[in-house]
């Protein structure tokens, strides 16, 4: 009842299906090719009366409020200068000095940070203000020039949604990462 078919039969068969799928699927890609080229050529769209009408020209102020890139700069970068601020302010506890930080810092940054001995921090202040000098798909990175020299602070988006920016690394100056 049934016919038992040899392996190179199959194979054959196989072969032979691919090979009519495939001119189908070419043709049915070609026909809505010429369908869409030939559509974007009628004038259906356009206006008969678009030459009598007379064109009108509209002044508008610019915009008042900063463009949403540039206001997660400022925002960035605030966040930064207090959480360097914060960072040299060793003359607290410990406990007082990472519960300052900790509302500006990432997870990992957070977990860094917690049992930081705070008697390697070097004494300084902040003397300018951020510079950023790269914003790319990991975050954004800021030079900080310091009392002792220059740090760099490495800022991520909060949480899977994209929240505010904090940061995720503090490099202190000749730690070769980031000179």
């Not at 900080?144 to 100056?173: C, H, K, N, R, W």
């Amino acid at each position: 009842m049934f016919k038992l078919l040899t392996v190179e039969a199959l194979s054959a068969y196989c072969c032979t299906m691919r090979t009519y799928w495939n001119r189908q699927a070419t043709t049915v890609v070609v026909i809505l090719t010429l369908g869409l080229t030939i559509t974007g050529c009628t004038d259906a769209g356009k206006s008969q009366d678009a030459a009598s009408s007379t064109p009108t020209v509209s002044v508008t102020d610019p915009p008042t409020t900063p463009a949403p890139r540039q206001s997660a700069y400022d925002d960035a970068a605030k966040t930064v200068t207090t959480v360097m601020t914060e960072y040299f302010d060793t003359k607290r506890s410990s406990d007082e000095w990472f519960a300052a930080l900790e509302p500006h810092l990432s997870m990992e940054a957070q977990y860094l940070y917690e049992d930081a001995n705070i008697k390697n921090i070097p004494n300084g202040n902040v003397t300018g203000t951020p510079q950023l000098v790269s914003d790319d798909a990991t975050g954004l990175r800021y030079f900080v020039d310091t009392s002792i020299g220059q740090f760099t602070v490495i800022l991520v988006l909060e949480g899977d949604s994209g929240g505010a920016y904090v940061v995720d690394e503090i490099q202190s100056p000749g730690s070769g990462k980031y000179d």
